[in-house]
């Protein structure tokens, strides 16, 4: 009978210290997602760039197609990694604003041709300037949820210490 008791306690336990891990593991939830969808849309101008042979914007794309695999890396390894930092997606982040700015402001010279060459008239100017200020305003998004789990003032943060209380 103490076998038994004794195996039940362990399969609580082990459930316990898996709902934290998985709590641990939701509070970049959000900056997970979004790192896959700036991996994709990456990885969509790249592919674009191939067909239309712009060598600047291939290098570019590749890069940023590259760094966000990386950030995406990072993530997936939050599951057995309970930092609350995840520094290589920060500096993604921060970089992929920075190309967005740089982008949106190549829509209105000349060279945007090597880097966008799908752009073609004044309707696709404004809806890839939207299209890429919506990816700044969800790259900072990101960047201050990290800044706030860092800082503990995540909403997980609350959840998890009751999880951990409760034994």
């Known amino acids: 009978m103490t076998s038994k008791s004794s ?14 891990k998985y709590l641990y593991f939701s509070r970049y939830l959000m900056v997970r997602y979004s790192v896959v969808i700036f991996l994709f849309a990456n990885l969509f101008w790249l592919l674009i760039l191939v067909e239309y042979q712009k060598l600047p914007g291939i290098i570019l794309a590749g ?19 309970r930092k609350s930092d995840v520094p290589i997606t920060r500096i993604y982040l921060w970089i992929q604003i920075i190309v967005n700015i740089l982008l949106a402001c190549s829509l209105f010279i000349p060279f945007k041709k090597q880097i966008l060459p799908f752009i073609t008239d004044q309707n696709s100017v404004y809806f890839m300037v939207a299209f890429l200020l919506a990816g700044i305003l ?14 503990g003032k995540d909403k997980y943060l609350n959840a998890i210490k009751a999880v951990e209380k409760n034994k």
């Open 7 to 20: 195996n039940q306690s362990d399969v609580e336990r082990k459930k316990h210290e898996d709902s934290i």
């Open 63 to 81: 890069l940023m197609t590259i760094l966000s695999g990386i950030a995406a890396i990072e993530q997936l390894t939050k599951m057995h990694n």
């Open 138 to 151: 969800l790259a900072y998004f990101c960047e201050r949820r990290i800044h706030n789990i860092n800082i």
